[in-house]
């Protein structure tokens, strides 16, 4: 049975309507998309420029340390070298003079020698009685090798495997944050917020909540404490703002990175005192 032009009309209508409804919620979820590998995108983008930056510091950390303590032990070297050469200098200068006195000597004996017993009588009992004043049989004492310093460097190649180990296990890589913002509740001039955790392997001593308007750039602190949930006041009406959490996890001092930024306004105005809850 074939329908009235008027109900074939209707039915092509709610189809049409459909059909745009359709497409409507379709390209919401394309732009859902859109937002979700832009995340995706950025954050790894972000993630590799962070990395990069912190190894690169590292890296000139690492290798100044390196430099200084090389200098420092250059230094100690200098040192041990400088006081033990001393002596042996010392030594070497009453060697080399008595070396050119015998030199001398020698020279002076053999031309009295020569001389004989004659005329040259006076040269003999003159370089006989010079000799007689020199100690020819006293001779420095040099110290054995095994009695002097051998300077070598201790260096502790194990140091090489822990220094290995600690940098393996460096740094890690999250595919999303500890803690997220579950949920943004309006209150006359201001909001709630509360967050989760959504990392079981994390163990969570302190929250850190911050905000800003949309507008701005700079976020400022909100909350820090071991509370999930806390209520931002002096919230302006009809005002878009931006909201995100970070944790510290239990005994250390860093902070994790940053939940994905939620945005919320509230539209009721404030009415008197509005007193911090956590209802």
């Known amino acids: 049975?074939?329908?009235?032009?008027?109900?074939?009309?209707?039915?092509?209508?709610?189809?049409?309507?459909?059909?745009?409804?359709?497409?409507?919620?379709?390209?919401?979820?394309?732009?859902?998309l859109r937002e979700a590998r832009r995340q995706i995108k950025e954050s790894a983008s972000q993630t590799r420029d962070v990395l990069k930056q912190h190894f690169n510091d590292l890296?000139?950390?690492?290798?100044?340390?390196?430099?200084?303590?090389?200098?420092?032990?250059?230094?100690?070297?200098?040192?041990?070298?400088?006081?033990?050469?001393k002596p042996l200098d010392d030594c070497q200068k009453l060697i080399e003079h008595g070396v050119n006195t015998a030199a001398?000597?020698?020279?002076?004996?053999e031309i009295a020698i020569l001389g004989?017993?004659?005329?040259?009588?006076?040269?003999?009992?003159?370089?006989t009685k010079k000799a007689s004043h020199i100690q020819l049989d006293s001779l420095p004492e040099v110290p054995l090798l095994v009695?002097?310093?051998?300077l070598s460097a201790q260096l502790?190649?194990?140091?090489?495997?822990?220094?290995?180990?600690?940098?393996?296990?460096?740094g890690t890589v999250a595919s999303r944050p500890p803690v997220q913002i579950e949920e943004l509740i309006e209150k006359p001039g201001g909001i709630i917020v509360r967050w989760c955790k959504v990392d079981d392997d994390f163990t969570a001593q302190d929250y850190r909540l911050q905000f800003r308007k949309c507008t701005s750039s700079h976020f400022e602190d909100a909350y820090v404490g071991s509370e999930t949930e806390f209520i931002v006041l002096h919230i302006d009406p009809n005002v878009d703002y931006q909201f995100?959490?970070?944790?510290?996890?239990?005994?250390?001092?860093?902070?994790?990175?940053?939940?994905?930024?939620?945005?919320?306004?509230?539209?009721?105005v404030p009415h008197g005192m509005l007193l911090p809850s956590h209802s």
């Open 59 to 85: 890296k000139g950390t690492l290798g100044k340390l390196l430099d200084e303590r090389l200098v420092t032990l250059l230094q100690e070297v200098d040192t041990i070298e400088q006081e033990t050469i």
């Open 156 to 170: 502790d190649d194990s140091v090489l495997n822990i220094v290995k180990d600690h940098i393996f296990k460096h």
């Open 1 to 32: 049975m074939e329908l009235e032009p008027e109900l074939l009309l209707q039915e092509a209508r709610e189809s049409v309507e459909a059909a745009q409804s359709y497409r409507r919620e379709l390209g919401q979820r394309l732009q859902g």
């Open 147 to 150: 009695d002097v310093p051998c």
């Open 244 to 268: 995100r959490v970070c944790a510290r996890g239990d005994g250390r001092q860093e902070w994790s990175p940053w939940s994905v930024p939620q945005i919320g306004h509230s539209t009721l």
């Open 104 to 109: 001398d000597l020698v020279q002076e004996g």
């Open 116 to 127: 004989g017993v004659g005329e040259q009588n006076e040269k003999l009992w003159s370089f």
